[in-house]
């Protein structure tokens, strides 16, 4: 079999999307070479798994698993006839080989051509040039100094972060490095203060500033813009009531409304030529941005202005391509600064950088900029969610195994192992879980002038408890999970067990962006009556007005209302994705891990899944030894910054 029909064969066999065969079949026709052709194939199918790029030599090493084929639940009766990963590759010849026929095709050549060769990696253009972009806008960043006078520093730090001690404050150091260059990373895991530092970040910039400075913030998603503001909103007085007063920065807001979308275009309204109008950037929940719109952020900068990126290096990355902050934050857990660096840290802060975190050359150019907190202030790093999140990021299983056999009590977080999902037992727990909800449902208010905060009770009820699902299909996959819980929870009110797609009490999440109905993708609504006699209509918060609002003003909370025939991509949410739960919190989480292994199953997810629990947090798996295996498992995501 030639190599294109094996690339065709894996196509029919669903292995590969239709833009990866359609790129691939693209380029045989322009080159008439079938290596050029199949590796651009494989690019592309990368791509779609988050990798921005094919790197050959890895590839080659382990084609299966580097590329996860074939994959885990292949129905197809035509499996049986593909070739083998291994096969294929190794028809293409060796990584040199392979890499020097590319040199020389036309897929490589020229300004316009599809594809880039990066040391022994393969890009599709569009993605090499992001990394680009994002390389040369960072070093300029980095490269433009900003020190500020040492004995200016000094007394702000003071005042903003009390009298140095003997234990080092990260947060501290954070906010000191920050004002040094135009570009700075604070990262850390939940609740370890990265608000807690921005905001006197933003009360230092604007002190040592001579005019007041324009500050942005905003986030990936709408969820993570309004959780921005509601954590900085709450941190604004403590400051203010220690006497420093500083311009309050506007809401947070979406990233994709601060650079502006454009009907049917993937340019942004602000890029190189018509720049973003502010001195700061802030952005949240940085884990969550992937390479296209780092890039199309960096490149939106003026002249001048500060990025400053918050997050937590060791959430799951984007399901879109790149891991740019767990890349940029590379070996920030042992640190790494320079010891001129250290020794000016030490200076302004009072309290020294330990002599092992300060290397004359660090492999990771951007850890000068990057400053990792550690210590949580939210959970305990000895028990219960803090210390189960912990050992899951560190990958250790011996505590885990432990708490997983019920060998130990643990506070806030319990194991609950079910066999099948359609188990009594299970059934009672999701029934617990959502009877305050059910309650609030069946007590909707006779008065209309009270309909508007009896829904947004229920809006914010539904981040009282919240099933998470680390897949789509299956009996432990979000469709099917959702559909039972749906039949369990209005057994009553449907009552010949059939589902209709709306009905009254259905929680629902939006699944794509409509800037028509200004309704973003992860938006959270309930579908309602605001009578009896009134059509059923999907209460909705009410967007954050961005630049018109400030943070120091109070919430006004409000609902709108949107017919569902509107809306037309939408699921149920009594379950969602742990990746579509970043970004947000709920105060009971409960993660189901399936029952059979898959590659999915990572420590990324696992930890995301813990670190979205804000007072306790279930475990339902059917098989210890699953979520041993997953918490053992890494992502690796291929990236050149
Ligand atoms: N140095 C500190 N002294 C006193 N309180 C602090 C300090 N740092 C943080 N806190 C408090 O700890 C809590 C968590 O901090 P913060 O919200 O800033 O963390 P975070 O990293 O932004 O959390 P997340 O992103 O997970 O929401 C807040 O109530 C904050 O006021």
């Known amino acids: ?126 993605y090499w040039r992001y990394e680009q ?30 009298e140095p001690d003997s234990t080092i404050s990260w947060q501290r150091m954070a906010c000191a490095l920050a004002t040094r260059s135009l570009f ?48 900085i909103r709450a941190e604004l007085p403590k400051l203010n009531q220690s006497g420093i007063q500083f311009p309050a920065p506007d809401e947070a807001t979406t990233l994709h409304r601060l650079l502006g979308t454009q009907p049917h275009s993937r340019a ?59 890349q940029l934050c590379r070996g920030a857990d042992a640190g790494s600064y320079a010891p001129e660096l250290a020794a000016w840290l030490g200076r302004v802060s009072g309290q020294s950088i330990p002599k092992a975190m300060q290397q004359a050359a660090a492999s990771n150019p951007y850890l000068q900029h990057v400053v ?40 806030e977080i319990h194991y609950f192992p079910v066999r099948v999902a359609g188990e009594q037992r299970f059934r009672q727990f999701i029934e617990r879980g959502f009877a305050d909800y059910m309650k609030l449902l069946s007590n909707r208010p006779d008065n209309a002038a009270d309909i508007d905060s009896w829904a947004a009770q229920l809006l914010t009820q539904l981040t009282e408890f919240q099933v998470l699902v680390a897949v789509r299909e299956g009996e432990w996959g979000v469709r099917e999970l959702n559909q039972k819980f749906a039949l369990w929870l209005h057994a009553e009110a449907l009552r010949g067990g059939v589902l209709p797609t709306w009905y ?34 999907v209460a909705l918060w009410s967007e954050t007005k961005g630049a018109e609002s400030r943070v120091a003003e109070p919430k006004a909370t409000s609902v709108r209302w949107l017919l569902p025939s509107r809306l037309t991509q939408v699921e149920s949410v009594y379950a969602m994705t742990v990746h579509k739960s970043q970004g947000s919190e709920f105060k009971h989480t409960v993660l189901v891990v399936p029952d059979r292994d898959s590659p999915v199953l990572t420590k990324e997810l696992v930890y995301t899944g813990i670190t979205r629990a804000k007072q306790q947090f279930t475990l339902v798996a059917a098989a210890p030894e699953v979520v041993e295996t997953a918490v053992l498992r890494r992502i690796e995501r291929s990236g050149g910054l």
């Open 372 to 411: 990792m907190l550690r210590t949580s202030r939210r959970f305990n790093a000895e028990e219960g969610i803090g210390k189960l999140a912990h050992e899951v990021n560190q990958q250790q299983t011996s505590w885990l195994q432990k708490w997983l056999s019920g060998e130990l009590e643990a506070n």
């Open 268 to 326: 942004f309204r602000h890029h190189r030529t018509n720049p973003l109008a502010l001195d700061v950037l802030i952005v949240d929940e940085a884990s969550m941005v992937d390479v296209e719109m780092m890039a199309a952020i960096v490149e939106a900068l003026p002249s001048g202005a500060r990025l400053i990126l918050l997050g937590d290096k060791d959430q799951l990355a984007s399901v879109e391509a790149g891991a740019v902050l767990g």
């Open 133 to 162: 972009v994002i390389k040369h806008g960072l070093a300029q960043l980095m490269q433009t100094e900003t020190t500020p006078n040492e004995d200016r520093l000094r007394p702000l730090l003071t005042q903003l972060f009390g």
């Open 504 to 537: 009254y009490g259905r929680p629902i999440m939006i699944t794509h962006n409509d800037y028509s109905l200004n309704v973003r993708n992860g938006d959270i609504g309930v579908v309602l009556q605001r009578a009896a006699d009134e059509p059923l209509r």
């Open 1 to 126: 079999m030639k190599l294109m029909e094996s690339l065709e064969k894996w196509y029919a066999c669903g292995w590969i999307r239709a833009i990866d065969m359609n790129l691939a079949r693209y380029v045989m026709r322009a080159t008439e070479d079938e290596v050029s052709a199949v590796i651009a194939g494989l690019t592309s199918y990368q791509l779609g798994r988050g990798h921005p790029r094919l790197d050959v030599s890895n590839c080659w090493q382990d084609p299966e698993q580097v590329l996860a084929l074939p994959p885990e639940h292949s129905f197809s009766p035509l499996t049986r006839e593909a070739t083998s990963p291994h096969d294929v590759i190794t028809r293409l010849g060796t990584p040199e080989a392979v890499l020097k026929q590319l040199t020389n095709s036309a897929a490589t050549q020229g300004e316009d051509s599809p594809l880039v060769i990066a040391g022994n990696c393969v890009y599709l253009r569009r």
């Open 184 to 231: 700075s990373i604070i990262t850390g895991g939940p609740g370890t203060g990265k608000t807690y530092t921005v905001v006197r970040l933003i009360a230092t910039l604007q002190a040592l500033s001579p005019q007041p400075l324009r500050i942005k913030l905003a986030a990936p998603t709408g969820k993570a813009a309004a959780r921005m503001t509601e954590s």
